[in-house]
């Protein structure tokens, strides 16, 4: 059982940046593909971005690409989410979730990944 922790939300103006962690219990961290999804109000949860497990392979989603990065440190069990330019529609709930062990592919859905978070509210105001 993976259980993780995300952390770094909060509130930003418009045109900041903040950077989520999520920390996994897993010793075995470095053999998962993970990934981060959000959820604004009243509507689906949705890919944002994903890290493979091997060679560190990354997919970002368009609507944040450019703006938005994914990295992992496997010696501290951590990914990141570095979120720079924000704007009123990156408001959201963020999730961290990881997928494997040893997933060859990165999911950009949700039951692509069977672990979770409890999720980082992030309000980004105008």
């Known amino acids: 059982q993976v259980q993780l922790v995300e952390s770094g939300g909060g509130l930003v103006q418009a045109g900041g940046s903040l950077r989520l962690s999520c920390v996994a219990s897993?010793?075995?961290?470095?053999?998962?593909?993970m990934g981060w999804f959000r959820q604004a109000p009243e509507k689906a949860r949705e890919f944002v971005a994903g890290?493979?497990?091997?060679?560190?392979?990354?997919y970002v989603d368009d609507s944040v690409k450019g703006r938005f990065t994914i990295s992992r440190e496997n010696t501290k069990n951590t990914v990141y989410l570095q979120m720079n330019s924000l704007n009123s529609e990156d408001t959201a709930v963020y999730y961290c979730?990881?997928?494997?062990?040893?997933?060859?592919?990165?999911?950009?859905?949700?039951?692509?990944?069977?672990?979770w978070g409890q999720g980082t509210q992030v309000t980004v105001s105008s």
């Open positions: 979730a990881a997928a494997g062990p040893r997933t060859p592919v990165i999911p950009i859905t949700r039951d692509g990944y069977n672990y």
């Open positions: 897993e010793n075995t961290f470095s053999s998962y593909t």
């Open positions: 890290i493979s497990w091997v060679e560190r392979v990354t």
